[in-house]
């Protein structure tokens, strides 16, 4: 799932058990870093191994908070494969 407005200190670990404490079914959690400062983003991902605790954290998680913010959860989307500078890439024959 995807988890928005995260609090510049929140890492990996605290978002994951932020999660864990509630549904154990919780796989890990990815918290979005710049590449050039390392810096959050403010963004993340959590993944669950059992469908319908994924579900009811997207409900019962929404607006809980992680460390100093209320967190916004929705469903992850998929990357948009993208050819070379932003361009859509070329459909697979």
Same mark, same amino acid.
């Given at each position: 799932?995807? %988890?928005? !407005?995260?609090?510049? !200190? %929140?890492? !990996?670990?605290?978002?994951?058990?932020?999660?864990?404490?509630?549904?154990?079914?919780?796989?890990?959690?990815?918290?979005?870093? !710049?590449?050039?400062?390392?810096?959050?983003?403010?963004?993340?991902?959590?993944?669950?191994?059992?469908?319908?605790?994924?579900?009811?954290?997207? /409900?019962?998680?929404?607006?809980?908070?992680?460390?100093?913010?209320?967190?916004?959860?929705?469903?992850?989307?998929?990357?948009? /494969? /993208?050819?070379?500078?932003?361009?859509?890439?070329?459909? %697979?024959?």
């Amino acid at each position: 799932i995807f %988890v928005g !407005d995260l609090a510049p !200190d %929140v890492t !990996d670990y605290l978002l994951q058990e932020t999660f864990r404490a509630h549904y154990p079914s919780v796989r890990g959690a990815k918290v979005v870093t !710049d590449p050039n400062t390392a810096r959050s983003k403010g963004y993340g991902f959590v993944k669950f191994s059992d469908e319908n605790e994924r579900n009811r954290a997207m /409900t019962e998680m929404n607006g809980v908070y992680c460390s100093t913010r209320p967190m916004r959860i929705s469903a992850a989307t998929p990357k948009k /494969t /993208t050819g070379a500078y932003g361009a859509p890439a070329a459909p %697979v024959p």
